[in-house]
């Protein structure tokens, strides 16, 4: 056989797929459709490196699977080149962003060519092209137009909001909007100027214009997303791109209100699979929060004059009684309200300069020491009880989640905790643990008594062994337990009791063990039920001196020392044992409000809603995600297609005028000032449009609906194709995308749902994350490090199947991990090996003793099956080398067994088995053949010898197939003849059968 040369044959048939056009999609088709879509990429100057490849590989051998199993599978591929990767190269190298894509363009197709990749071409879509981004235009100006109506719980036109206007006010309607949008009647409504009711229906708008702060960039002249940040090496937030300084700033902005769409979006999150990680950071990022909206009233410490209110959102209404200070993001218009009655107002405004430069991740980083200052001069006065309480700023309250007030609880909230230990601030426990002990319940019948008691934990420093009464008329060994009486506190009562019952007077004070726990339990010694609220107060003891102790005390019990998991009956150990060995912290879970007035023994549930009642509070509901911008201070990106008139009205540009396109500009560099480099052109500006331009997340929040229809003009794509292809089957890309991409387009989706043109809530129905491919030093691949690994040079070295079976074979699919130009030798000398195979081929078929690999042959067809379903593609190829093994130990390999491990191997190496099967003497191309099923008769291992056995002694040896069952191997025994003597005459009392190792008959 001649030479593998894997460039003679890997263009021949990359220029023969393209020349038959074999992965074009049908339009129509009466097979059952598969959508396998990659997350498409910003065209790079830089080009690919090896781990760009990664996800389009494995979603390529998945697609090439489908397409054998006789899908019509939608494969495409295109360029979201739109945004700030483009731009910045552009900006570098000194020339047009629209001719740097085009390069860029060339580069990444020649480079995706080369790898072997089933795209069909003839549906590539670029985010740059006029005749895409007018379909992004159109979108937008749909948004724009529509309102959020939850009572029917979707968008809907914005006309139809104005006739409710006009017929009767905004005060009844059901909208998503705004919050304290003021209520006007249908009256007032009609009054309004076209300029006020436009400024009243951009409270509504699902697309508004508003002022905001923003992250700005300098460096990069534009506006970044949250997920675009990351803390650079001081700590301080730069930009993701760059690491440019990124600083906050008032600036106007346009609005995409995704918040709508909140619980949708979490809910959507239960119908789809993806990876677990992915619905986690997205129901974290969205955060809701159900609760309630509390007001304190503010006064002058000084005067004791009121100075207003101040409204906090909190989701622990049953937590109210335990408030001891008021927190204030230091953003919040408050601080500036109050400034003049704040003694310390310098220091205060000198400490919201410094927490400003922060970005939010790094403000609620639960990891990081909690900062603040005190307000001082005022306070305010807790609703539940009337007691004045201090108010704070702190860096870990944010002005953009609830109301920017928080009241602070340090017993049960960890920050608060964190912050009232730091500023010795109370804390005030009034929600505890309620437990009923399970060895001594309460008795039906007998009364119940409440006490308050206390657990004395003494600990002996030499021994570490704890104080303990071993009962004389009952099967105890407790702690000292005792009444606490009026006007004694938990220590005072823990230190008599100890004294009284084991005469040790010399103890040291630790600490006590946080709140009370209540404890619901039988007192058989007393004949009655207990309800105890319970104080753990720890000892040591500084010396063994005792005092006498009465006769009656020591005929109740004797003195023991132990440790405590001996302690028995204590229904309250289990949380002293969890207390005892860390710092003190605040108590989270829920449980029975205690220390609250009238509310004491409500569960946490129920006084949630009795206390926010109580004191005028409404329950809200909030979320930590905020409206996303929609908007660039940038030249490349999509026009926003309105225009401002000369009395400030916004227009739409007109449908029939879309697409409006980008002017030429004599310069794209970003002003610097916050405005466009459109805004200088004075043919743009004259006719109103609008300066900013759309976000890169555009047109890549619904380029997966394009490609069902690319070339149609009349719409986004036929309502053909759009509920014949329905949603994406098989997603593959970064999970880096979680909060962004995949969140933007979730919510674009959802909302053409809502107008009838998507026909699915969710797009994306699987999403598989690949991991990212390290250089060979364990960094990110990049320039900076000059760890770059060229796959043109991996081609043109080793072959492109090689490299797509290295790839998939270096480890799981989803695992980051380094490349080896060592380990990438083995799976060329696989596909080397598999090419020589093809000298063993006969048609003559073999006979058993010659097939010694068709076992292996079939199961490896049914795993590498299950596999790629699966995404495990490197169990898949050692499945593959392991067949290979086997098949090579035969003389002979029948032609249908080859072509059978041609056609699973094939997605992965799609150039050498193809010209393998052609060299077989087939006419067709392996993309057309169909995908092999595994034969299960052919999957049985061979016969296996198991041990007989009578009343658990060897007496015989039976050969079985492995997958019989019980029934089958008795029918054997039953007529082995050293086996009838031993039955002959017995009664069979048992059978124990252990699958493919023994069977033992009992008589």
């Known amino acids: 056989m001649k030479r593998y040369n894997h460039t003679t044959i890997e263009k021949k048939w990359q220029k023969e797929w393209s020349k038959k056009k074999v992965y074009r999609t049908e339009d129509s088709s009466t097979k059952k459709k598969q959508y396998v879509l990659d997350m498409f990429p910003y065209p790079s100057g830089a080009g690919l490196h090896v781990g760009h490849p990664k996800g389009y590989i494995g979603s390529d051998v998945y697609a090439r699977m489908k397409r054998m199993q006789g899908f019509n599978v939608l494969h495409p591929m295109g360029y979201d080149a739109f945004g700030l990767p483009a731009e910045q190269y552009a900006l570098q190298h000194n020339i047009h962003p629209r001719k740097a894509v085009l390069e860029n363009v060339k580069t990444f197709e020649r480079q995706l060519s080369i790898i072997g990749l089933s795209y069909d071409w003839d549906r590539k879509v670029n985010t740059t092209d006029p005749e895409y981004y007018q379909w992004t235009q159109w979108i937008f100006l749909k948004i724009y137009g529509s309102w959020y109506d939850t009572t029917k719980d979707k968008a809907q036109p914005i006309e139809s909001l104005v006739k409710k206007f006009e017929k009767e006010g905004n005060k009844n309607i059901n909208a998503v909007c705004e919050e304290n949008t003021p209520h006007f009647t249908a009256a007032e409504w009609k009054s309004k100027s076209q300029k006020e009711k436009q400024d009243v229906l951009m409270k509504y708008r699902l697309a508004y214009e508003g002022y905001a702060e923003v992250n700005w ?89 009121s100075l207003g209110e101040v409204a906090v959102f909190t989701t622990r209404a049953d937590t109210l009684f335990g408030a001891t200070y008021v927190v204030l993001a230091p953003e919040h218009p408050l601080v500036e ?319 029939k005028k879309l697409p409006l396109t980008l002017p030429n500009v004599a310069s794209y560099q970003p002003t610097g000032t916050g405005e466009s480099p459109l805004a200088s052109v004075s043919s743009w500006t004259k006719k109103g449009y609008e300066t900013n331009t759309m976000p890169g997340w555009a047109g890549s929040s619904w380029y997966f609906l394009r490609y069902m229809d690319p070339k149609n003009k009349k719409g986004i794509a036929s309502k053909k194709a759009l509920s014949y292809w329905g949603q994406v089957d098989m997603y593959v890309g970064g999970a880096e995308h979680a909060t962004g991409h995949l969140l933007y387009s979730r919510f674009w989706n959802k909302f053409l749902k809502d107008i009838g043109l998507a026909k699915f809530d969710e797009p994306f129905k699987r999403l598989r994350n690949q991991g990212m491919i390290q250089g060979t030093d364990g960094r990110k691949m990049s320039k900076r490090w000059g760890n770059v690994v060229n796959p043109d040079d991996v081609v043109k070295t080793y072959g492109a199947d090689t490299l797509r079976v290295y790839e998939m074979f270096m480890g799981p699919f989803e695992a980051g991990l380094p490349w080896s130009t060592e380990n990438i030798i083995g799976s060329r000398r696989f596909i080397e090996r598999v090419w020589r195979l093809g000298e063993k081929v006969t048609s003559k078929k073999l006979t058993p003793e010659e097939n010694v690999y068709q076992n292996t042959l079939h199961k490896t067809i049914q795993k590498v099956t299950d596999d790629i379903v699966s995404f495990s593609y490197n169990t898949a190829v050692s499945a593959m080398m392991i067949a290979l093994n086997e098949m090579e130990k035969s003389e002979k390999v029948y032609k249908s067994d080859m072509e059978l491990f041609l056609k699973i191997l094939h997605p992965f190496a799609p150039h050498v088995t193809e010209e393998l099967w052609k060299e077989l003497g087939n006419k067709t191309s392996l993309v057309k053949e169909s995908w092999p099923k595994a034969d299960p008769k052919k999957m049985r291992d061979a016969e296996i010898t198991i041990a007989v056995q009578i009343n658990g002694k060897v007496r015989g040896e039976v050969k079985i197939q492995p997958e019989n069952t019980e029934t089958e191997v008795l029918e054997k025994v039953y007529i082995m003849p050293e086996i009838q003597k031993w039955l002959t005459g017995q009664e069979v009392r048992k059978v124990i059968f252990v699958k493919n190792r023994l069977i033992n008959i009992v008589i």
Request: some cysteine; charged content about 30%.
């Open 337 to 655: 309200k109050l400034s003049d009655h704040i003694e310390n107002i310098s220091e205060v405004l000198e400490y919201k300069i410094l927490v400003q430069k922060k970005d939010a991740e790094s403000r609620t980083d639960a990891t990081k020491e909690k900062t603040g200052v005190e307000l001082k001069g005022v306070s305010v006065q807790n609703p539940v009880n009337g007691e004045k309480i201090p108010v704070y700023i702190a860096d870990y309250v944010l002005a953009s989640y609830g109301t920017g007030a928080v009241m602070a609880v340090p017993a049960h909230d960890e920050r608060d905790f964190e912050f009232a230990q730091k500023y010795k601030l109370p804390v005030k426990h009034v929600v505890i643990p309620s437990i009923i002990d399970t060895m001594f319940p309460p008795v039906e019948g007998q009364e119940y008594v409440d006490r308050h008691t206390i657990h004395a934990l003494v600990k002996n420093p030499k021994t570490g062994l704890y104080l303990c009464l071993k009962w004389k008329q009952f099967p105890w060994t407790t702690l000292v337990v005792g009444g606490v009486d009026e006007g004694e506190d938990p220590v005072d009562a823990a230190r008599r009791e100890v004294q009284e019952e084991t005469g040790y007077k010399n103890l040291k004070f630790v600490r006590t063990l946080g709140g009370v726990v209540k404890a619901q339990y039988n007192a058989a010694h007393k004949k009655q039920n207990r309800v105890a609220f319970t104080t753990g107060v720890v000892f040591e003891l500084e010396n063994e001196e005792r005092e006498h102790i009465t006769e009656e005390e020591l005929a109740k019990f004797e003195v023991t020392w132990l440790p405590l998991s001996q302690v028995k009956p204590c229904a309250e150990l289990p949380e002293w044992i969890d207390r005892i060995d860390v710092p003190e912290k605040a108590y989270l879970p829920y449980g029975t409000v205690h220390d609250s007035g009238e509310f004491t023994g409500m569960t946490s549930e129920d006084a949630k809603k009795a206390i926010t009642q109580k004191v005028g509070g409404k329950i809200v509901t909030k979320y930590k995600m905020r409206n996303a911008i929609f908007a660039r201070q940038r030249y490349w990106g999509e026009p926003i297609p309105l225009s401002t008139d000369k009395d400030g009205l916004i227009q739409e540009v007109e449908e």
């Open 217 to 305: 960039c300098p460096e990069l002249g534009t506006v970044l997303a949250n997920d675009e940040v990351v803390d650079g090496p001081d700590g301080k937030p730069v930009s993701e791109r760059g690491g440019y300084p990124v600083e906050k700033k008032q600036m106007r902005q346009w609005f995409m209100r995704i918040t709508a769409y909140a619980d949708r979006l979490i809910s959507g999150l239960d119908t789809i699979d993806w990876p677990e990680n992915i619905k986690e950071i997205q129901r974290n990022w969205i955060g809701k929060s159900e609760g309630a909206e509390i007001k304190f009233q503010i006064s002058n410490l000084k005067f004791k004059n």
